[in-house]
Protein backbone atom coordinates (compact mmCIF):
# COMPACT_ATOMS: atom_id res chain seq x y z
CA UNK A 1 0.00 0.00 0.00
CA UNK A 2 1.60 3.29 -0.53
CA UNK A 3 2.36 5.31 2.05
CA UNK A 4 0.02 7.92 3.07
CA UNK A 5 0.31 11.44 1.90
CA UNK A 6 2.13 14.44 4.58
CA UNK A 7 -0.09 16.43 5.68
CA UNK A 8 1.19 20.15 5.47
CA UNK A 9 -1.93 22.17 5.20
CA UNK A 10 -2.71 22.91 8.88
CA UNK A 11 -3.80 26.79 8.53
CA UNK A 12 -6.16 25.61 6.78
CA UNK A 13 -7.86 22.68 8.65
CA UNK A 14 -5.90 20.51 11.76
CA UNK A 15 -6.71 16.89 12.01
CA UNK A 16 -9.00 15.92 15.51
CA UNK A 17 -6.24 14.93 18.08
CA UNK A 18 -7.59 11.11 19.30
CA UNK A 19 -7.72 12.69 22.80
CA UNK A 20 -10.95 15.00 21.48
CA UNK A 21 -12.54 12.68 19.59
CA UNK A 22 -12.15 10.48 22.66
CA UNK A 23 -13.45 13.37 25.12
CA UNK A 24 -16.49 14.19 22.46
CA UNK A 25 -17.60 10.30 22.13
CA UNK A 26 -20.04 9.63 24.94
CA UNK A 27 -21.46 12.87 23.66
CA UNK A 28 -23.03 11.36 20.56
CA UNK A 29 -24.82 8.40 21.92
CA UNK A 30 -24.59 7.36 25.46
CA UNK A 31 -24.12 10.90 27.57
CA UNK A 32 -26.68 12.53 24.58
CA UNK A 33 -28.93 14.87 25.99
CA UNK A 34 -30.65 18.44 25.19
CA UNK A 35 -28.36 20.73 27.14
CA UNK A 36 -31.37 23.26 27.52
CA UNK A 37 -33.16 20.83 29.47
CA UNK A 38 -32.77 21.03 33.06
CA UNK A 39 -35.15 18.98 34.08
CA UNK A 40 -33.38 15.63 33.46
CA UNK A 41 -30.19 13.99 34.07
CA UNK A 42 -29.00 14.33 30.72
CA UNK A 43 -29.48 17.51 29.89
CA UNK A 44 -28.32 18.47 32.84
CA UNK A 45 -24.95 16.52 32.47
CA UNK A 46 -24.50 17.87 28.93
CA UNK A 47 -25.32 21.63 30.04
CA UNK A 48 -22.17 20.90 32.79
CA UNK A 49 -20.17 19.24 30.08
CA UNK A 50 -20.81 22.74 27.76
CA UNK A 51 -19.82 25.26 30.87
CA UNK A 52 -16.51 23.22 31.15
CA UNK A 53 -15.95 23.56 27.40
CA UNK A 54 -16.60 27.29 27.94
CA UNK A 55 -14.31 27.53 30.80
CA UNK A 56 -11.57 26.37 28.79
CA UNK A 57 -12.03 28.03 26.36
CA UNK A 58 -11.88 31.22 27.96
CA UNK A 59 -9.14 30.00 29.90
CA UNK A 60 -6.74 30.02 26.76
CA UNK A 61 -7.93 33.62 25.46
CA UNK A 62 -7.56 35.37 29.26
CA UNK A 63 -11.21 35.66 29.42
CA UNK A 64 -14.36 35.15 31.87
CA UNK A 65 -16.51 32.08 30.66
CA UNK A 66 -19.30 34.04 29.92
CA UNK A 67 -18.13 35.89 27.59
CA UNK A 68 -17.22 33.25 25.22
CA UNK A 69 -20.42 32.39 22.79
CA UNK A 70 -20.52 29.36 20.95
CA UNK A 71 -21.02 29.86 16.69
CA UNK A 72 -20.30 27.39 14.05
CA UNK A 73 -16.77 28.68 13.29
CA UNK A 74 -14.47 31.48 12.96
CA UNK A 75 -16.64 32.46 9.89
CA UNK A 76 -19.85 33.26 11.58
CA UNK A 77 -18.03 34.95 14.74
CA UNK A 78 -16.47 37.47 12.40
CA UNK A 79 -20.18 38.14 11.01
CA UNK A 80 -21.76 37.72 14.24
CA UNK A 81 -19.21 40.61 15.06
CA UNK A 82 -19.01 42.96 12.55
CA UNK A 83 -22.75 42.62 11.41
CA UNK A 84 -23.57 42.77 15.06
CA UNK A 85 -21.36 44.96 16.25
CA UNK A 86 -21.96 47.45 13.47
CA UNK A 87 -25.80 47.41 13.93
CA UNK A 88 -25.60 47.39 17.81
CA UNK A 89 -23.86 50.59 17.33
CA UNK A 90 -24.79 52.73 14.41
CA UNK A 91 -26.50 55.40 16.22
CA UNK A 92 -22.92 56.25 17.46
CA UNK A 93 -21.58 56.44 13.38
CA UNK A 94 -21.21 54.13 10.63
CA UNK A 95 -17.69 54.37 10.60
CA UNK A 96 -15.39 51.03 10.72
CA UNK A 97 -11.38 50.42 10.46
CA UNK A 98 -9.92 47.38 9.05
CA UNK A 99 -6.73 45.73 7.11
CA UNK A 100 -6.12 44.73 3.56
CA UNK A 101 -4.69 41.30 4.75
CA UNK A 102 -7.90 40.27 6.60
CA UNK A 103 -9.29 36.59 5.70
CA UNK A 104 -12.75 37.05 3.38
CA UNK A 105 -14.87 36.40 6.39
CA UNK A 106 -14.02 40.11 7.59
CA UNK A 107 -13.70 41.53 4.11
CA UNK A 108 -16.80 40.13 2.82
CA UNK A 109 -19.36 41.04 5.83
CA UNK A 110 -17.38 44.89 5.65
CA UNK A 111 -18.04 44.99 1.87
CA UNK A 112 -21.59 44.01 2.68
CA UNK A 113 -21.69 46.67 4.86
CA UNK A 114 -20.24 49.54 2.51
CA UNK A 115 -23.04 48.42 0.41
CA UNK A 116 -25.39 49.36 3.48
CA UNK A 117 -23.90 52.70 4.08
CA UNK A 118 -20.95 52.10 6.46
CA UNK A 119 -17.93 53.51 5.69
CA UNK A 120 -15.16 51.24 6.00
CA UNK A 121 -11.38 51.78 5.95
CA UNK A 122 -9.02 49.60 4.87
CA UNK A 123 -5.44 50.31 5.86
CA UNK A 124 -2.45 48.93 3.68
CA UNK A 125 -0.04 46.49 5.14
CA UNK A 126 3.90 46.30 4.57
CA UNK A 127 6.15 43.69 2.77
CA UNK A 128 5.55 41.80 5.91
CA UNK A 129 2.15 42.33 6.30
CA UNK A 130 2.33 44.38 9.25
CA UNK A 131 -0.09 47.39 9.36
CA UNK A 132 1.15 50.36 11.18
CA UNK A 133 -0.42 51.46 14.48
CA UNK A 134 0.43 54.88 13.63
CA UNK A 135 -1.88 54.44 10.25
CA UNK A 136 -4.82 53.05 12.77
CA UNK A 137 -4.26 55.88 15.45
CA UNK A 138 -4.52 58.29 11.94
CA UNK A 139 -7.95 56.40 10.87
CA UNK A 140 -10.16 56.72 14.05
CA UNK A 141 -12.41 59.27 13.85
CA UNK A 142 -15.39 60.67 15.88
CA UNK A 143 -17.71 58.32 14.23
CA UNK A 144 -15.91 55.14 14.55
CA UNK A 145 -17.84 52.30 16.11
CA UNK A 146 -15.48 49.65 15.45
CA UNK A 147 -11.51 48.29 14.65
CA UNK A 148 -10.90 44.87 13.19
CA UNK A 149 -7.26 43.67 12.87
CA UNK A 150 -6.65 39.79 12.60
CA UNK A 151 -3.94 37.96 15.34
CA UNK A 152 -2.60 36.23 12.71
CA UNK A 153 -2.72 35.98 9.04
CA UNK A 154 -3.68 32.40 7.69
CA UNK A 155 -1.51 33.00 4.35
CA UNK A 156 1.90 34.34 5.45
CA UNK A 157 1.56 33.85 9.04
CA UNK A 158 2.19 37.62 10.15
CA UNK A 159 1.13 38.36 13.76
CA UNK A 160 -0.02 42.39 13.78
CA UNK A 161 0.43 44.40 16.52
CA UNK A 162 -2.11 44.11 18.51
CA UNK A 163 -0.88 45.43 21.94
CA UNK A 164 -0.31 49.00 20.09
CA UNK A 165 -3.56 48.51 18.01
CA UNK A 166 -5.95 47.62 21.71
CA UNK A 167 -3.99 50.41 23.51
CA UNK A 168 -5.19 53.11 21.48
CA UNK A 169 -8.62 51.87 20.57
CA UNK A 170 -9.07 51.44 24.47
CA UNK A 171 -7.99 55.20 24.87
CA UNK A 172 -10.41 56.47 22.61
CA UNK A 173 -13.18 54.00 23.50
CA UNK A 174 -13.24 52.05 20.39
CA UNK A 175 -14.35 48.32 20.66
CA UNK A 176 -11.61 46.38 19.14
CA UNK A 177 -12.43 43.07 17.34
CA UNK A 178 -9.85 40.44 16.29
CA UNK A 179 -9.93 37.13 14.35
CA UNK A 180 -7.49 34.95 15.97
CA UNK A 181 -8.42 31.66 14.01
CA UNK A 182 -5.03 31.00 12.91
CA UNK A 183 -3.26 32.60 16.39
CA UNK A 184 -5.08 30.69 19.42
CA UNK A 185 -2.80 27.47 19.61
CA UNK A 186 0.09 29.85 18.38
CA UNK A 187 0.45 32.48 20.65
CA UNK A 188 -0.37 33.59 23.99
CA UNK A 189 -3.27 35.71 23.97
CA UNK A 190 -5.01 37.74 27.22
CA UNK A 191 -7.56 39.62 25.76
CA UNK A 192 -7.31 41.91 29.25
CA UNK A 193 -3.41 42.50 28.26
CA UNK A 194 -3.72 42.92 25.09
CA UNK A 195 -6.84 45.48 24.96
CA UNK A 196 -9.16 43.14 22.63
CA UNK A 197 -13.06 43.11 23.05
CA UNK A 198 -14.21 40.76 20.55
CA UNK A 199 -12.74 37.87 19.44
CA UNK A 200 -13.57 35.13 16.78
CA UNK A 201 -12.14 31.61 17.28
CA UNK A 202 -12.50 28.36 15.48
CA UNK A 203 -11.76 24.80 16.92
CA UNK A 204 -10.69 22.72 13.53
CA UNK A 205 -7.78 25.17 13.29
CA UNK A 206 -6.74 23.85 17.19
CA UNK A 207 -6.88 19.96 16.90
CA UNK A 208 -10.80 20.46 17.68
CA UNK A 209 -13.70 19.50 15.46
CA UNK A 210 -14.99 21.52 12.73
CA UNK A 211 -18.30 23.34 13.01
CA UNK A 212 -17.88 25.10 15.80
CA UNK A 213 -16.11 28.37 16.70
CA UNK A 214 -16.80 31.18 20.07
CA UNK A 215 -17.29 34.77 19.64
CA UNK A 216 -15.54 36.27 22.70
CA UNK A 217 -17.58 39.54 24.14
CA UNK A 218 -16.13 41.63 26.31
CA UNK A 219 -19.33 43.88 26.99
CA UNK A 220 -22.15 44.89 24.49
CA UNK A 221 -23.91 42.30 22.59
CA UNK A 222 -24.38 42.76 18.95
CA UNK A 223 -27.57 42.38 17.31
CA UNK A 224 -27.41 38.58 16.29
CA UNK A 225 -27.89 37.78 13.17
CA UNK A 226 -30.53 34.21 13.60
CA UNK A 227 -33.77 34.09 15.66
CA UNK A 228 -34.60 31.52 17.30
CA UNK A 229 -34.56 29.44 20.67
CA UNK A 230 -32.73 32.54 22.75
CA UNK A 231 -29.85 30.08 23.37
CA UNK A 232 -26.06 31.69 24.23
CA UNK A 233 -28.49 34.65 25.20
CA UNK A 234 -30.29 35.23 22.39
CA UNK A 235 -26.91 36.99 20.10
CA UNK A 236 -26.57 33.18 19.03
CA UNK A 237 -29.45 30.82 19.57
CA UNK A 238 -29.79 27.26 18.45
CA UNK A 239 -29.36 24.36 20.04
CA UNK A 240 -25.86 24.04 21.34
CA UNK A 241 -23.99 21.00 19.82
CA UNK A 242 -22.29 19.47 22.72
CA UNK A 243 -19.95 16.53 21.24
CA UNK A 244 -18.41 19.85 19.55
CA UNK A 245 -18.52 22.30 22.21
CA UNK A 246 -16.80 19.68 24.63
CA UNK A 247 -14.26 18.73 22.20
CA UNK A 248 -13.94 22.41 21.04
CA UNK A 249 -12.93 22.76 25.25
CA UNK A 250 -10.60 19.90 25.24
CA UNK A 251 -8.68 21.13 22.33
CA UNK A 252 -8.50 24.46 23.99
CA UNK A 253 -7.08 23.31 27.39
CA UNK A 254 -4.64 20.80 24.98
CA UNK A 255 -3.41 23.80 23.28
CA UNK A 256 -2.79 25.51 26.11
CA UNK A 257 -1.10 23.08 27.96
CA UNK A 258 1.06 22.42 24.72
CA UNK A 259 1.79 25.72 23.44
CA UNK A 260 5.68 27.11 24.69
CA UNK A 261 7.30 23.80 23.95
CA UNK A 262 4.96 23.07 20.42
CA UNK A 263 6.31 26.85 19.53
CA UNK A 264 10.26 25.84 20.13
CA UNK A 265 9.29 22.52 18.25
CA UNK A 266 7.39 24.07 15.22
CA UNK A 267 9.98 26.85 14.47
CA UNK A 268 13.35 24.37 14.85
CA UNK A 269 11.37 22.34 12.13
CA UNK A 270 10.09 25.05 9.89
CA UNK A 271 13.91 26.16 10.34
CA UNK A 272 14.89 22.94 8.67
CA UNK A 273 12.13 22.86 5.78
CA UNK A 274 13.95 26.70 4.47
CA UNK A 275 17.01 26.19 4.93
CA UNK A 276 17.06 22.37 3.23
CA UNK A 277 14.93 23.81 0.22
CA UNK A 278 17.41 26.72 -0.16
CA UNK A 279 20.08 24.45 -0.16
CA UNK A 280 18.47 22.59 -3.22
CA UNK A 281 16.53 25.47 -4.52
CA UNK A 282 18.97 28.79 -4.23
CA UNK A 283 15.90 30.91 -6.31
CA UNK A 284 12.90 30.26 -4.07
CA UNK A 285 11.80 33.12 -1.65
CA UNK A 286 10.01 33.43 1.52
CA UNK A 287 6.96 36.16 1.85
CA UNK A 288 6.51 37.82 4.88
CA UNK A 289 9.10 38.18 7.73
CA UNK A 290 9.95 35.43 9.67
CA UNK A 291 10.79 37.54 12.74
CA UNK A 292 7.22 38.86 12.64
CA UNK A 293 5.47 35.71 12.09
CA UNK A 294 3.96 32.46 13.65
CA UNK A 295 6.25 29.46 13.78
CA UNK A 296 5.27 26.23 11.25
CA UNK A 297 4.15 28.83 8.52
CA UNK A 298 6.40 28.97 4.91
CA UNK A 299 4.70 30.96 2.31
CA UNK A 300 7.37 30.55 -0.78
CA UNK A 301 7.71 31.95 -4.13
CA UNK A 302 9.30 29.62 -6.86
CA UNK A 303 9.80 31.79 -9.52
CA UNK A 304 8.74 30.86 -13.06
CA UNK A 305 6.58 27.76 -11.41
CA UNK A 306 3.23 27.80 -11.51
CA UNK A 307 2.64 26.69 -8.19
CA UNK A 308 -1.01 24.68 -8.86
CA UNK A 309 0.74 22.98 -11.77
CA UNK A 310 3.43 21.83 -9.16
CA UNK A 311 0.55 20.88 -7.10
CA UNK A 312 0.48 18.61 -9.26
CA UNK A 313 3.30 16.78 -9.22
CA UNK A 314 2.97 16.75 -5.38
CA UNK A 315 0.74 13.99 -5.02
CA UNK A 316 2.75 12.98 -2.14
CA UNK A 317 2.04 15.85 -0.47
CA UNK A 318 -1.26 18.02 0.85
CA UNK A 319 -0.07 21.55 0.38
CA UNK A 320 -1.91 25.39 -0.61
CA UNK A 321 -1.45 27.31 -3.32
CA UNK A 322 -1.21 30.92 -3.49
CA UNK A 323 -3.99 31.13 -5.75
CA UNK A 324 -5.64 28.38 -3.73
CA UNK A 325 -8.08 30.97 -1.39
CA UNK A 326 -10.03 32.51 -4.55
CA UNK A 327 -9.52 29.91 -6.79
CA UNK A 328 -13.35 30.89 -7.22
CA UNK A 329 -12.88 33.65 -8.51
CA UNK A 330 -9.86 33.22 -10.46
CA UNK A 331 -8.00 36.53 -9.05
CA UNK A 332 -4.44 36.45 -6.96
CA UNK A 333 -4.85 36.12 -3.10
CA UNK A 334 -5.97 39.14 -1.71
CA UNK A 335 -3.11 38.96 1.07
CA UNK A 336 -0.32 38.32 -1.64
CA UNK A 337 -1.28 41.37 -3.33
CA UNK A 338 -1.82 43.02 -0.78
CA UNK A 339 2.29 42.50 0.66
CA UNK A 340 3.07 43.99 -3.17
CA UNK A 341 3.19 40.69 -4.75
CA UNK A 342 2.45 41.30 -8.56
CA UNK A 343 -0.11 38.31 -10.16
CA UNK A 344 2.99 36.22 -11.24
CA UNK A 345 4.41 36.40 -7.96
CA UNK A 346 1.55 35.25 -5.72
CA UNK A 347 0.82 32.59 -8.85
CA UNK A 348 3.65 30.84 -8.08
CA UNK A 349 3.45 31.21 -4.11
CA UNK A 350 2.85 27.73 -2.37
CA UNK A 351 2.04 27.76 1.47
CA UNK A 352 3.39 24.89 3.36
CA UNK A 353 1.98 24.76 6.98
CA UNK A 354 3.57 22.40 9.85
CA UNK A 355 1.47 21.06 12.77
CA UNK A 356 1.13 19.04 15.65
CA UNK A 357 1.74 16.15 13.89
CA UNK A 358 4.85 16.88 11.72
CA UNK A 359 7.83 15.59 12.61
CA UNK A 360 11.51 15.77 11.05
CA UNK A 361 11.39 12.75 8.57
CA UNK A 362 7.88 14.54 6.87
CA UNK A 363 10.13 17.74 6.31
CA UNK A 364 13.00 15.98 5.02
CA UNK A 365 10.87 14.15 2.77
CA UNK A 366 8.79 17.40 1.47
CA UNK A 367 12.23 19.09 1.05
CA UNK A 368 13.38 16.07 -1.31
CA UNK A 369 10.06 15.80 -2.95
CA UNK A 370 9.93 19.16 -3.84
CA UNK A 371 13.48 19.77 -4.66
CA UNK A 372 13.12 17.17 -7.60
CA UNK A 373 9.77 18.48 -8.69
CA UNK A 374 10.99 22.06 -9.44
CA UNK A 375 14.28 21.08 -12.17
CA UNK A 376 11.66 18.99 -13.78
CA UNK A 377 8.81 21.72 -13.78
CA UNK A 378 11.37 24.42 -14.75
CA UNK A 379 12.60 22.21 -17.86
C1 LIG B 1 -7.82 33.85 9.60
C2 LIG B 1 -9.05 33.03 9.39
N1 LIG B 1 -10.25 33.54 9.73
C3 LIG B 1 -11.38 32.84 9.57
C4 LIG B 1 -11.37 31.58 9.04
C5 LIG B 1 -12.68 30.83 8.88
O1 LIG B 1 -12.78 29.87 9.91
P1 LIG B 1 -13.92 28.76 9.90
O2 LIG B 1 -13.48 27.72 8.94
O3 LIG B 1 -13.95 28.27 11.32
O4 LIG B 1 -15.18 29.41 9.52
C6 LIG B 1 -10.15 31.01 8.65
C7 LIG B 1 -10.10 29.67 8.02
O5 LIG B 1 -10.27 29.47 6.88
C8 LIG B 1 -8.96 31.75 8.84
O6 LIG B 1 -7.78 31.26 8.49
Known sequence: MAAPAIYLDYPATT???????????????????????????????????IEQARS???????????????????????????HGMARARQARGRHIVTVASEHAS?????????????????????????????????????DTILVSVMAANNEIGTIQPLGAIGALC????????????????????????????????????????????ALYLRAGDPVPLLQGGGQERGVRPGTLPT????????????AGAARTAEQVRLAALTDRLWQGLRRRLPDIRRNGDPAHSVAGLLSLRFPGIDA???????????????????A???LPSSVLTAIGLDAAAAQSTLRIGLGRFTGEADIDRAIQLIGDAIPSRLG
Request: net charge negative.
Open 106 to 142: VLEPLRALARDGFDITVLPVDAAGLVDPERVAHALRP
Open 243 to 254: PLCVGFGQAAAL
Open 170 to 213: RARGIPLHSDAAQAADRLALDVDALGIDLMSLSAHKLYGPPGIG
Open 15 to 49: PCDPRVIEAMLPFFSAKAGNPHNRQHAAGRAAAAA
Open 56 to 82: QIAALIGARPAQILFTSGATEANNLAL
Open 308 to 326: TALMEDLPDLALSSGAACN
Open 328 to 330: ASG
